[in-house]
């Protein structure tokens, strides 16, 4: 139940996103790419949840409770030390007087622009004189900037950084971890991996920038592990939760192909144990989705932002961060 919990919070936090800017962009949200993405969407949100929701039963819940609370001593430690390096991001972020320049140049500005009553689609007119950076605005879907939106909205009165959404991340990251490995690797090895992931000088350092790296890392890990999961006790809902994360990772971040290698990777644990004809409805209704995301913020970008430069790279350019992340120099 607690795993379920969070992830039903981090998906919200996205549907949330996707929600705002279906509102704000009244002609892609009545185009058919943008009506096929929101249905599909909410149908695998709901569908995910009603079948974890149908499993419960109230004794079996009061025994999760009980059990959750039942922690190792040597758990415990570990757990409390990724609580420890998790309170040093927040208080970095806290205490630190700088943004990163890609955070006031895209995501933070396009959150002021937002404010302002301007749509996604406006802003590439912003960029029109400036040869070198014409599609910026658009390089990068709208999750983030809209998460400063309301961050903004929610705590500009008591000053709260931006910065603490990616400590939040962070600790989401690590909970999820615990959460999502504790049954099959065993409490202390899932403990260990949770501190290990926040002390990993790569993913804390990203804690402390308000870039998308962070957030794309927490959606992709998470769906990773529900696929990873439910090809061990083929429960429904991990596999309709993984692939959500997975699909919707775009909207966060668009040019690297992080979601085909994952979607690859699904299909060969198939091949290999020669069940691919048995297990093709799951290879297919991920590659539906991942597609469905794809190829409506390519829409959107081409058609209504009118922004075709930012999808006009050569096979090459998108080749090379796929190539990067099998070989380990993405």
């Known amino acids: 139940m607690p795993q379920f919990i969070i992830l039903i919070f981090i998906a919200l936090l996205m549907i949330v996103s996707k929600l705002f800017f279906f509102n704000l962009e009244k002609e892609y949200a009545s185009s058919f790419p943008g009506r096929i993405e929101l249905i599909s969407l909410i149908g695998i949100f709901i569908v995910g949840s009603a079948s974890f929701i149908k499993k419960l039963r109230l004794r079996k819940l009061l025994l999760v409770k009980r059990s959750f609370f039942k922690i190792e001593t040597s758990s415990l430690l570990l757990i409390i030390l990724t609580l420890i390096v998790v309170g040093a991001s927040i208080f970095i972020n806290l205490n630190k007087g700088y943004i990163h320049w890609d955070a006031i140049a895209l995501y933070d500005a396009?959150?002021?622009f937002l404010e302002q009553g301007m749509k996604f689609s406006d802003m590439p007119a912003l960029s029109k004189f400036d040869n070198l950076n014409k599609y910026y605005y658009l390089l990068y879907p709208p999750y983030t900037s809209v998460i400063h939106y309301y961050w903004?909205?929610?705590?500009n009165v008591s000053k709260l950084p931006v910065g603490l959404f990616y400590s939040l991340n962070l600790f989401l990251l690590v909970f999820g971890v615990f959460l999502l490995t504790r049954k099959t690797v065993g409490e202390k090895?899932?403990?260990?991996?949770?501190?290990l992931t926040a002390s990993n000088n790569i993913i804390f350092l990203i804690s402390v920038n308000e870039y998308t790296n962070l957030p794309y890392t927490l959606y992709l890990v998470l769906g990773i592990f529900l696929?990873?999961?439910?090809?061990?006790?083929?429960?429904?809902?991990?596999l309709l939760f993984g692939i959500f994360f997975i699909s919707t990772s775009i909207w966060i971040r668009f040019l690297e192909p992080i979601w085909f290698v994952i979607f690859l990777s699904f299909?060969?644990?198939?091949l290999f144990e020669k069940a691919l004809k048995s297990k093709i409805f799951p290879v297919i209704l991920m590659l539906v989705f991942c597609l469905i995301e794809y190829f409506s913020w390519s829409y959107f970008v081409a058609v209504i932002g009118k922004n075709p430069s930012v999808l006009n790279f050569s096979l090459i350019a998108l080749i090379e961060p796929l190539l990067g992340f099998?070989?380990?120099?993405g």
């Open 110 to 112: 396009r959150a002021k």
């Open 227 to 238: 696929l990873f999961n439910y090809l061990q006790k083929e429960r429904l809902w991990e």
């Open 326 to 329: 099998l070989t380990g120099r």
């Open 152 to 155: 903004d909205s929610a705590f």
């Open 267 to 270: 299909v060969l644990v198939f």
């Open 189 to 195: 090895t899932a403990a260990f991996l949770s501190l």
